[in-house]
């Protein structure tokens, strides 16, 4: 019975081993296939059926905006994997890589969240599209009118008024394009029309811009001015005559300067689009108070300050605007403030000295350094005046020895 008992046991042990094994093999088997698999979680391609995602995609971009019509209610997404056996969901839904992927927009901004997971299972990459639909439209997006004449224009609503709600409008520049303040869309409707009016007589190109809560669509009105061979031939003293065509000299017109206080920048105003600010190459020579300067990319700086300056304040705007020989808080150097006891401090020469005592104090030993050291109340060795000592006993008060 023990032979039995002992060769059953050893059948068991053999047996126990071999079963132990391969599970360990067929364990390091399926961990070694699943290393195997791929971890590239990108996307290759994505695209929507509205609007158009910003910036351009790119596999290693996760974050886009996307600015559409109003009247998109809905969107079709569509993105594609880098490689096979990957899987992608679009808001929490299962999508495979290609298919179109309708997202419902309500006016506002909707978040679009494309979950895609590698082929280890394990690795994953988000991408997101914040996708706007404004609650107001301005149409037509571009007007083209003669001179003095105006362009009907619209503004819409994305659903009806709950009230009467007033729109607020605006030109680039009225003088030569005008709108009326803002116009009401009626309760229970969509829709308001209003007018641009061309109200001199040249070509111009203005922005029109409604703006309802945080929306402010724009519409462009293009102007044809009449033909001229001079200025002379253009009416009113703020025209040119440009291209054989009146056109608003806008540099004449506006009286603001183009000068940006910036001696790093070449100022100039075109007679139609108006100001520029080009950088000056770096090293070009620029001025600044106490300073040695030059710009350096668009920003006049300083290289050194003129002897007894210093830019204490950091800014190079006012450039080395401390005189360290007479700055009491800048004496000598940055930072080093003089503040002699019991008087009106001043720096001289880049030295704290005493400028001079308060009442009933004296700089008796004719140090700065402790400042008005003497009450000239109270002290019998200085009483009244620096040397005037009193009696022996005789005390010191109000100046005056008793």
């Given at each position: ?55 351009a ?6 974050a ?5 019509p ?39 901004q909707?978040t679009?969240t ?19 639909r ?36 605006s ?133 050194s ?7 204490c304040?950091?800014?190079?705007a006012?450039g080395?605007?401390s005189?360290t020989?007479t700055?009491?808080?800048?004496c000598g150097?940055?930072?080093v ?39 000239l ?26």
């Amino acid at each position: 019975m023990s032979n039995i008992t002992q060769v059953t046991s050893a059948h068991f042990g053999f047996w126990r081993g071999i079963l132990t094994f391969t599970l360990l093999a067929l364990l390091s088997a399926c961990s070694g296939n699943r290393s195997a698999l791929g971890s590239n979680a990108s996307l290759s391609g994505l695209t929507t059926s509205a609007g158009t995602i910003a910036p351009a995609f790119s596999p290693a971009t996760v974050a886009y905006t996307n600015l559409v019509p109003m009247a998109s209610t809905s969107i079709d997404v569509t993105a594609t994997v880098a490689e096979a056996n990957v899987t992608m969901t679009v808001n929490g839904a299962t999508v495979a890589s290609g298919a179109l992927k309708n997202v419902l927009l309500p006016v506002g901004q909707t978040t679009i969240t494309i979950v895609v997971t590698a082929p280890d299972g394990t690795t994953t990459k988000s991408y997101i599209i914040k996708v706007t639909r404004p609650g107001i439209a301005l149409a037509p997006a571009i007007s083209n009118i003669a001179a003095l004449s105006s362009a009907p224009m619209t503004v819409t609503l994305a659903a009806s008024a709950v009230a009467d709600t007033p729109v607020t409008l605006s030109s680039s520049y009225m003088a030569a394009v005008t709108v009326p303040a803002n116009v009401t869309v009626s309760a229970a409707l969509t829709q308001a029309t209003f007018s641009a009016t061309s109200v001199a007589s040249v070509a111009a190109s203005m922005t029109i811009t409604a703006t309802l809560g945080a929306d402010s669509p724009t519409a462009t009105v293009n102007v044809t001015g009449p033909p001229c061979a001079i200025a002379a031939d253009c009416p009113g003293a703020d025209t040119a005559c440009q291209t054989r065509t009146c056109i608003l000299n806008i540099c004449g017109f506006n009286p603001v300067s183009c000068d940006d206080g910036n001696a790093c920048t070449a100022d100039a105003c075109d007679l139609a689009s108006g100001c520029s600010h080009a950088p000056l190459a770096n090293g070009a020579s620029c001025a600044l108070a106490n300073a040695a300067a030059a710009c350096t990319g668009g920003a006049c700086v300083i290289s050194s300050c003129t002897s007894g300056f210093a830019d204490c304040n950091a800014l190079a705007a006012d450039g080395c605007e401390s005189n360290t020989l007479t700055d009491a808080n800048n004496c000598g150097s940055c930072s080093v403030v003089c503040s002699q006891l019991h008087s009106t401090p001043t720096c001289t020469a880049g030295i704290c000295s005493i400028g001079a005592c308060d009442t009933g104090f004296a700089n008796c030993n004719g140090s700065a350094a402790d400042g008005c050291e003497i009450n000239l109340q109270t002290d019998a060795s200085n009483c009244g005046s620096c040397g005037q000592a009193c009696s022996f006993g005789q005390t010191c008060g109000s100046g005056v020895c008793h």
